[in-house]
């Protein structure tokens, strides 16, 4: 079964910092890859997903995952976050090809921008 | 214009008592979901619904029934609701065969119950 873990629940990063989302996947082959955003009291926006190809793939708002292969990996990757960004941030995995099982997600990571 | 909307946006209601969401999308998607998402933000998938065909079925009580009269729309109903069930429901949709798996989701009902 696929699995996705985000090892970090909250983090805390200052106004006009770098920042990086961690997200670790478990899939028996190269899976397809999402990063949604949630704002408070709002749904769920895509931010950038990997199917194949560049490893380095580009999101709206600035962001840009890296899909690594032999870390099971996909982090989130932004230069100089702004205070809009504070939301949840949710790494998801799904089967090649969609099909009706959806996504699995991770547990989210909260992220707190200081001033 | 909203490509997945669902109704209501909020819910309070008595323990016991049964309630129902709707949704609808307008994207021309042919697979539909309800996801709960828990208190501490965890998403879980409920069902998913392919032209109409129930696909998936978590490990849910069956005082949740599904129902998808086409495939523009997945409704929920939830019969003798408890205290647990209190949570955001989100509905998104898809495309299946041959699609990317990229889900579109409505803004969630929040169901609160006392």
């Known amino acids: 079964a696929q699995s996705v873990t985000q090892p970090d629940i909250h983090i805390t990063v200052s106004e006009g910092a770098s920042l990086e989302l961690r997200c670790n996947y478990s899939y028996g082959a190269t899976p397809y890859l999402f990063w949604y955003v949630q704002s408070p009291g709002q749904g769920l926006q895509l931010l950038l997903k990997?199917?194949?190809?560049?490893?380095l793939v580009q999101g709206i708002k600035g962001f840009e995952a890296e899909f690594k292969r032999s870390q099971s990996s996909f982090n989130l990757r932004k230069p100089s976050v702004h205070w809009s960004d504070a939301a949840e941030y949710f790494c998801?995995?799904?089967?090649?090809?969609?099909?009706?099982?959806?996504?699995?997600f991770g547990k989210g990571t909260h992220l707190i921008i200081q001033p | 214009d909203t490509a997945v909307s669902q109704t209501p946006k909020y819910l309070v209601t008595q323990m016991g008592n049964d309630k129902s969401i709707k949704c609808e999308q307008n994207?021309?998607?042919?697979?539909m979901y309800w996801y709960k998402q828990d208190s501490k933000k965890f998403l879980k998938i409920m069902f998913s619904y392919n032209n109409k065909e129930l696909i998936i079925n978590e490990t849910v009580p069956n005082r949740f029934s599904p129902k998808s009269p086409d495939k523009a729309h997945l409704n929920l109903h939830i019969n003798s609701l408890e205290l647990g069930d209190s949570a955001v429901y989100f509905c998104?949709?898809?495309?299946?065969?041959?699609?990317?798996?990229?889900?579109?989701f409505g803004e969630g009902s929040r169901l609160t119950v006392l």
């Open positions: 994207l021309g998607h042919d697979t």
């Open positions: 998104a949709s898809s495309h299946s065969a041959g699609g990317t798996g990229e889900l579109f």
């Open positions: 990997y199917f194949s190809g560049d490893t």
């Open positions: 998801a995995v799904g089967a090649r090809g969609g099909g009706a099982d959806g996504l699995t």
